[in-house]
């Protein structure tokens, strides 16, 4: 008993000294809460607006949603036969084209020689041969399409195939000579909405509409709408705004070689030649109803389509500091005009955004498939909001209005600067 108590005595002992060294513990505190609750109105439309404001577009997707993808990306979604340029197909499409601007002309030109015709007085001349003019010069812009394609070098392969069918659709028929249309077209793909850069035309901030020069005012934005008809010739011949197509002036020569100067030299000669050879076996007249006024109705097409396809409400440029190819491309509309007109046309209009992508890749008989490929794939990948689509059955109201509203003016707001 006595060696029990002892031990127990010395265990305790023990215990008290390690307790007097070790950190003492606050002693727990029990505290006591009372639950309230309150009651809150339901909250009004008003205030749910506060909390929760409305979400622009762009707010549902994250930055990189918002960046078009790279080129590389892109073809990847294309089938492979995009790429596939067939001599064969082009120079079909070519033939044909031909044989509508031969017969249509013929016809106008037969109509306009006839004795049945020189008997009806002014205003009966004009309403008869109008529809044939229109129709004349549509052909007319389906065969520049073709050319077109040449200048891309899409129609074929070889070279001197494109050449060859280039300055046959734009140097003689379309009296555009090809060599300097394809030099300044390529700078428009390579920099397309570029503020400064692109070409095809001038670009200006509507904040800054006061500091255009004064001449620019007088003779280009009030009669805008008496010039749509000749703009064409007025940026071919005149060179307004990239430089002269006929006389080599203007900043799309600036650099340029001798031996460029003389091979674009060739297509000027070409188109000199042919419109003046037309001109002095036709004479003033009938050169004038046959053949120009056709080229007016090519030029009319030429310019909406070109307006149309780079001008949208939302469309946006960019800077030296913003661009990129991909931005400039995606910034092109696509527009239908109706499945015929785009058939006829060469899918100008509704494949213009895989066009400006692979402008020296794709011939346009791939474009169709592309496009509805390319939305699919945008579509997959959470960016479809970045292609821009419009339904433009109205066309002609469409430019009239767009020009006379607009000309070539955009909000500052839809320039990237920073």
Known sequence: MYRLTSTFLIALAFSSSINAFSPQRPPRTITKSKVQ???????TKDDLNFLQP???ENDLYLDDVNTPPRAGTIMKMLPKETFNIDTATSLGYFGMDMAAVVSSMT??????TSDQYHALPLPLQAATVIPFQLLAGFAMWCMWCIGH???HSTVSKTKWINRVVGEVAHSV????????WQMSHRKHHLNHNHIEKDYSHKWYSRDEFDDIPQLYKTFG??????QLPFLYFMYLALGIPDGGHVVFYGRMWEGVSLQKKFDAAISVAVSCATAGSLWMNMGT???TVVCMVPWLVLSWWLFMVTYLQHHSEDGKLYTDETFTFEKGAFETVDRSYGKLINRMSHHMMDGHVVHHLFFERVPHYRLEAATEALVKGMDET???????YIDTPDFNAEIVNGFRDNWFLVEEENIKRE
Do not use: E, W
């Open 37 to 43: 609750s309150t009651v809150l109105p339901i909250p």
């Open 54 to 56: 409305q979400l622009d």
């Open 173 to 180: 028929v379309c009296l555009t000579p090809f060599v300097p």
């Open 149 to 151: 394609d040449a200048g």
């Open 285 to 287: 007249a009938d050169f």
């Open 107 to 112: 016809l106008l030109n037969a109509i306009v």
């Open 382 to 388: 959470g960016q479809k909001h970045l292609y821009k």
């Open 221 to 226: 934005y009030n009669p805008r709408m008496m």
